[in-house]
Structures are given as C-alpha cells and as structure tokens.
C-alpha cells in the first residue's frame, strides 16, 4: 500500500489471540491454536472442517458448547465462568467470503459502518482515508454493483480496518475474484501486514496462498486440529498421513524396520533404504508409515550419472506422466506392491532422458527426506 497522510489512528497493536474451543456437535470442534501479533495464521482443511465456524465464533457470531478465546490480555469468552462479549466488545475485522458489503450503502457508507466509536463529524473524512489507504480514491460514493470484484474486496478489508480490530479474520477473501486479480490481492496483503501489528488468521483452501502468505499453518479435519507449524517444516514433516494427505501430499508408504550389518534400514518392498533420522527408536520389525517430499526424489540421467545416484535408489515404471507447461508430473508404479511415487521434473529434462509412459526408470530417495510418521496410512 502507498504511504498516504493518515489522520486516523492505525489499527491497534493487540496482544496474542488464543483459541481453545469444544463441542461434540451439531459442528463438532476440538480446536486449539494461538497467534501472536503481527503474524498471520492460515487455517487449513476440507470443507466440513471448521474453519468459518471457528471464525464465526472468535468474532461473537457463534457461540460453542465450552471453550476459551482470550485476545490482548481480555476474555472475550470463557463458558466455565459464562463469560460471553458481544462482537461489539470484541473488536474484531472480519472480511467474509462474499464481503458482505450493503448494497444500497456506497463504498464510503459500508466504511463508515465500521466507526462507531468515532464522533459523527470524523466518521466521512476517516473512511475516504481507509479507502485511499486501499487504493480506492476517487470511488467513495459506488455502490457495490459499480465494484469490480477486487475493488469490493478492498472495501470490505477498509471497513474491517476502520474498526482499529484487535484482531483480523479473513474467510476465504480472495475466492470471488479472477486470478491476476487474486495475485495481486495477496501481494497487498502481505504489504498490509507491515502496517498493522495483530494477529490475522486466514481461511483458505489454497495450500499455495497458505504457504506463500501465513506465517504458520493450522491443519483442521472435522473440526479438530491436528497440526500447527510454519509451512516449509508442516510440508516436510506432517504428523500423520492423514494430515500428509490432507496437505495433498502424496508420497506415503508403508515399510519394516530391519537390522542389515549392524545398520537399521527401512525395508520397502525389495529394498533397504537408509533414512537419515528416526529408525534408530524404533524396533526392530517394527512396521512404519513414512512419507517423502517429491522434491527429495531425484531422477537418474540417461546421458549421465546423478549426484543422487547411490543413495537409495529405486526402479520404477512410468504409469503417469502428465506435462503442465515447464514442470511435468511423473508417476511411477513397482512390482511389488500397488504404491505408486509422485514428483515433478522440468519438461526439458522429461524430454531430454526421453522419457515416456511404460518406460521404466532409476530415481534415488534421498534419505535426508524420509520422514517416518506414527501412524498407519490407512488413519
């Protein structure tokens, strides 16, 4: 966002928001997490998980059967001492997934919807400013329907704002919108952030917009979280298969635990793979579900060999093989079972090894990769 004269107080610097909420229906929840100040938390999941129903209630529009939303040091609920603030006392920005702008109010109105704690006469000048802040000068007095879908969004984020919100929610703000618009949208996102100093949480079914704006990412299924991490350790290293696939990661496999020269290996069909961490607290024909990034599968050149060619490597037949511009998706299936191994390799470099479906392949799984999960794929 440009820097523009602001007369108005920033939004408030806000203390941590912690979430811990439970009820066995009609929306099941078993939802614990936490964000701090400045960092921006994407909750994650199918559809059916939760995440709205979370939103709904950190912001007073829903109320569970127990919990605890405590935000700056206020309890905004507690259900064991019926404490229960209004989404007035709150102060709370939510940006909906249909923005929920009023369609007879103008840009400027729907703004200045949001500042009721600003005397009367401030409340015109304070919300041309918000909208100036988000790029919107000269369309205070639209309605909605002369909006692009971009610049409604915007209006709604400068009424969420204009509230000064001790904390941010965002339901799927960017869906309504085409994707250059989308880009675009995330990249002022991410410049917003500099300016405000709250906790945002964002829901999305974007594992890519997840990864590319949240600091940490919280993983929800049926209402119940299971994973929170930042996005380059929850990739590599997920707590289950389930939340592996739930990340749509693809590469989970079951093997044994076995004792080859005095080394552990993992026993994969007919090989022995070393793994770089976890097989030694394991026992001995111990069965284990592990997963591998498709980054640490590393394909063997026909023209010449690869760095990765003595480290666990593999036979395969290509059964899947799909190009999508500059990257194409191999999959390889082996005799000895009906896994199958998924990764992606430059176009250029599929074409250049003249590879082809049917074909069969050499690929080492680094060990570095090999993340050993503690439950059965089948969880």
């Known amino acids: 966002m440009p820097d523009t004269p602001n007369p108005t107080p920033s939004p408030v610097d806000a203390g941590r928001l912690a979430v811990s909420l439970y009820q066995a229906g009609p929306i099941p929840l078993a939802a614990d997490f936490a964000c701090d100040p400045g960092e921006l938390l994407a909750l994650v999941g199918p559809s059916g998980s939760g995440k709205t129903t979370l939103l709904r209630a950190i912001a007073g529009l829903y109320r569970p059967a127990e919990g605890r939303i405590d935000c700056g040091g ?38 200045k919807v949001a500042l009721g704690h600003l005397e009367p006469g401030r409340r015109s000048a304070c919300a041309d400013d918000w909208l100036g802040r988000m790029r919107l000068e000269g369309l205070s007095n639209r309605y909605p329907s002369q909006l692009s879908g971009g610049q409604r969004q915007r209006v709604a984020l400068a009424r969420a704002l204009a509230r000064e919100p001790r904390a ?35 829901v999305t079914h974007d594992l890519d917009e997840a990864a590319a704006l949240a600091d940490r990412i919280c993983v929800l299924h049926g209402g119940r979280t299971l994973q929170a991490d930042v996005p380059e350790r929850l990739f590599r290293h997920p707590d289950s298969a389930v939340v592996a696939r739930l990340l749509d990661r693809h590469n989970i496999f079951e093997g044994r635990v076995m004792e080859v020269d005095g080394q552990r ?29 498709d980054s640490d599968v590393v394909l063997h050149r026909r023209d010449r060999p690869s760095r990765g060619d003595r480290e666990n490597p593999v036979t395969g037949r290509i059964g899947e093989m799909v190009v999508l511009g500059g990257m194409t998706s191999l999959t390889l299936f082996f005799d000895h079972g009906l896994e199958s191994l998924r990764f992606d390799i430059a176009t250029h470099a599929a074409r250049r090894n003249g590879l ?24």
Do not use: C, K
């Open 356 to 379: 082809a479906r049917g074909e069969w392949v050499q690929v080492s799984l680094l060990a570095g990769g090999i993340h050993l999960l503690p439950r059965n794929p089948s969880d």
């Open 265 to 293: 290996r993992l026993q994969w069909g007919p090989w022995l793979l070393q793994v770089a961490h976890g097989l030694e607290a394991l026992a001995l024909e111990q069965r284990v579900a592990w997963y591998l990034p």
């Open 74 to 111: 206020e309890t905004w609920l507690d259900t064991t001492h019926d404490i229960v603030r209004r989404p007035q006392q709150r102060r709370v920005g939510v940006v909906f997934q249909d923005y929920a702008l009023f369609p007879h109010m103008s840009a400027r109105d729907n703004v």
């Open 168 to 202: 941010l929610l965002l339901d799927e703000p960017f869906s309504a919108v085409d994707q250059v618009t989308r880009r675009r949208l995330q990249r002022e996102l991410a410049l917003l952030r500099e300016q405000i100093h709250i906790p945002i949480l964002l």
